[in-house]
Each structure stands twice: as structure tokens, then as C-alpha cells.
């Protein structure tokens, strides 16, 4: 028995048959006129501006709410502010050379008053420390609905722009456990093996189902 309903079903094709009448006959429309709305351009820009202020501001709160990773030897570095340019550049979508300028005028909102060149940018996806600060934020702002699944996918590990191929860098992988909305609840992006990961990364959340497809072991 075939229970699966027929399409086109009627009413779909007398709303094709009106349409098909209406190219001769212009009275027969489906959607009535209405004059085009204007639009104020420079309310629409200070509303852009309003926005980007708001982002800027929450990057600045949140991570200076977070605690700073245990010091090592080497030559020290303002772990906040790095923190901040990748949420930045995530954020906007900017490349490291954008990035430069954006940060340039919008960046004291954020907290960062100093001028930032292209290669500082880069640099800062290259940090752990910084990893150290944004697994705060996620493990803090994170929300879940229960319905967990694992995924992989090439991570990005720079902002910098390829003017041959207009793409960006992805070196490593990105192991993770999202929830139906696509939502990630927990990732790992040390290079360690998927299936191992994935063990790993089970342990970490809560919900009432999880579906894995399998890895293979290389």
C-alpha cells in the first residue's frame, strides 16, 4: 500500500493554473501591491555601528571575567588581548590584513589601544594560552537540547588571505560533539586521533542520545 500522498496535489496545481492566467491577465495576482519601503540608510548605519559597538563590548567582558593559564618560561605576552583579536576577527570574519584596520578604529571598545600589525593577528591563533581563555568562554556560554551527535571538520588556524584562491588556512582537524542545533558542546583540536578523541570527548557531555559514525583507525 503506498501511503505517500501525490504532488502536485490539487489545490498546488490550480495555484499554477491562476499563476500561468495571471501573465495575461494582470487583475489575477497573488500578492497585492504595496508601495517599496524606504529605507532611512543612515539610521540602518548607525544601527550597524550600535551592533558592532555591543559585540565589542561583550568580547571585552568576557574575557576579562576569565582567569589567566599558569605562566611559563619565555617571553610574556598579553594572553587577554591575543584572546580578543581571534574573537574578533571569528566574530566579523575579518582576514589578519582587515582585521589590522577594523581593530584600528573599533578596537578600543574591546580594550585594545594599542595598533596591531597583520603578523601579531596571525600570530594569535597560533597560542595556546589563548585556547586556554576561549575553552572558558565556550565552557561558560555553552547551552545544549540533548540530541548529541559527533562531527569533524577542518579547522582554520589562521585569518590570513590567499589572493590566488580566496580561501583561508586549515591545517588541523577539529573532532567535536554538536547537538541537533549544531551547537558544539565539546571539541578537540590537539591532532590526536578521531576515535580517540571522540572517546575523550564522550565523558564531557550530557544529553539523552548520541549518535557516533564511525571512524577508522589509521
Known amino acids: 500500500m503506498n501511503t ?14 491562476f499563476i500561468n492566467e495571471g501573465r495575461e491577465d494582470k487583475t489575477k495576482k497573488i500578492y497585492e501591491d504595496k508601495e517599496p519601503r524606504k529605507i532611512d540608510w543612515k539610521a540602518y548605519t548607525f544601527s550597524q555601528i550600535d551592533n558592532i559597538k555591543e559585540s565589542l563590548k561583550f568580547v571585552n567582558e568576557e574575557v576579562e571575567k576569565c582567569f589567566l593559564p599558569p605562566r611559563k618560561v619565555g617571553k610574556p605576552f598579553d594572553v587577554k588581548l591575543y ?22 578604529i573599533f578596537g578600543h571598545i574591546a580594550g585594545i589601544c594599542e595598533k596591531l600589525d597583520d603578523r601579531v ?43 590566488g584562491k580566496e ?8 573532532t567535536s560533539i554538536v547537538d541537533s542545533r549544531e551547537i558544539i558542546q565539546a571539541f578537540d583540536f590537539s591532532g590526536e586521533d ?3 578523541a571522540m572517546h575523550s570527548l564522550v565523558e564531557e557531555v550530557e544529553g539523552d542520545s548520541l549518535k557516533v559514525r564511525c571512524w577508522i583507525q589509521r
Open 121 to 163: 593577528i596571525g600570530n594569535a591563533y597560533n597560542k595556546k594560552e589563548v585556547a586556554f581563555i576561549l575553552k572558558q568562554i565556550f565552557d561558560k556560554r555553552k547551552n545544549c537540547d540533548g540530541i548529541l551527535s559527533g562531527d569533524g571538520t577542518g579547522l582554520e588556524t589562521s585569518r590570513r588571505q590567499n589572493y
Open 83 to 104: 584572546t580578543k583579536v581571534v574573537l574578533i576577527c571569528e566574530m566579523f570574519d575579518l582576514t589578519e590584513r582587515n582585521a589590522q584596520g577594523f581593530i584600528e
Open 194 to 196: 578521531e576515535c580517540k
Open 167 to 174: 580561501r583561508k588556512s586549515t591545517k588541523d582537524f577539529l
Open 4 to 17: 505517500k500522498k501525490k504532488l502536485p496535489n490539487e489545490k498546488f496545481r490550480k495555484l499554477v493554473e
